[in-house]
């Protein structure tokens, strides 16, 4: 590698010491990554939610920080469809998981999955006859306890444009090739994926809370955890976006401080702008962009930030 080829990867890295063992993932970093295609296909789902800004696409990444480091726990302070804790778990890489999320209605999910009401909640799923008109009542109805609630939380994130559980979103209308509000409506495919995390329901822990006072919390525990940090894109606070998620404001510079100060390993993830890059860099961590297709082929650059190199990422 000459001074010119590594000049090139140089926006890669925060730290130009680091920038030999970081050329690796700088290199890949180049050209898009065909995630969709090359990758998501094959890789496992495991969340029962299509989450909007889900990290299934990052599953061999993951595996990857997972496998290097090994811990007993992970923990997910912006849970969502909480796909790394899912991987994480059901691939045996860790003994616990931690999901905290704000969204009452995803804790509804979570808290039912995880509750001897799983099976409940598979039954509603399963008898469910689903139409415009039994989508619209199920949306319109006002829940009596947690498994309504988890119920009409997946009926939304199936039936609803990008699987937005935030405001007004609109249903879908052709769906994947045109088959409309059954495009994303597979019950046997959620009773299968609630059985399989019900099982391993004594390994992972769920709260209802808020995530940065959480990342507070982690930092004082004195065993090693690995802490996948997810958190809502800044640019959704800005005014005129739509929201993808019922909470979106945050302070970004305190997720950054607490991360700065945290003995564990971390993997925090946003999109590539300056503001994310400037944070990164204020820190001192590393990161590296990959570009990633999604599922309409919109190309898309996302950071990765870790607190050091990790030379195995994208090998
Ligand atoms: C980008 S999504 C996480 C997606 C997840 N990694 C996945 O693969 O499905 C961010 C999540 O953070 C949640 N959230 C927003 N503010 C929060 C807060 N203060 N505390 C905890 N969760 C929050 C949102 O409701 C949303 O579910």
Redesign the pocket.
């Known amino acids: 590698m000459n001074k010119i080829e590594l000049q090139l990867y140089r926006p890669y890295v925060v730290e130009p010491a680091l920038l030999e063992q970081y050329v690796p993932f700088a290199r890949a970093s180049t050209r898009p990554i065909d995630l969709v295609s090359a990758n998501v296909a094959t890789v496992p789902h495991y969340?029962p939610?299509r989450?909007?800004?889900?990290?299934?696409w990052l599953t061999h990444i993951l595996r990857r920080w997972f496998a290097a480091k090994p811990v007993t726990t992970i923990c997910?302070?912006?849970?969502?469809?909480?796909?790394?804790s899912l991987i994480a778990i059901v691939e045996g890489y860790v003994e616990r998981a931690i999901l905290?999320?704000?969204?009452a209605s995803?804790a509804s999910v979570w808290r039912t999955i995880l509750s001897s009401n799983a099976e409940r909640l598979i039954e509603r799923i399963l008898r469910f006859k689903i139409s415009r008109r039994t989508v619209n009542e199920v949306l319109n109805s006002r829940p009596t306890g947690d498994t309504s609630l988890a119920f009409q939380t997946i009926v939304k994130n199936r039936c609803r444009h990008g699987g937005i559980l935030a405001g007004s979103a609109g249903l879908l209308i052709r769906g994947e090739r045109d088959r409309g509000l059954f495009s994303r409506w597979y019950p046997e495919t959620l009773a299968k994926r609630i059985r399989l995390i019900h099982s391993h329901r004594e390994r992972i822990a769920f709260v209802e809370?808020?995530?940065?006072s959480a990342l507070q919390r982690f930092g004082q525990r004195k065993q090693q955890l690995k802490l996948?940090v997810?958190?809502?894109y800044p640019k959704l606070m800005q005014p005129g976006v739509r929201p993808l998620?019922?909470?979106?404001a945050?302070n970004h510079e305190r997720i950054f401080r607490l991360l700065e100060k945290t003995p564990h390993d971390f993997l925090l993830t946003y999109d590539d702008t300056d503001y994310a890059r400037r944070l990164a860099r204020t820190a001192n961590f590393c990161y590296l962009t990959i570009a990633m297709r999604n599922s309409n082929a919109d190309s898309k650059k996302e950071l990765i930030i870790t607190p050091s190199p990790i030379a195995t990422l994208l090998d």
């Open positions: 969340s939610f989450y909007p800004g889900g990290k299934t997910e302070p912006f849970a969502g469809g909480a796909s790394a905290v999320e704000k969204d995803v809370g808020d995530g940065i996948f997810d958190p809502p998620y019922n909470h979106c945050l």
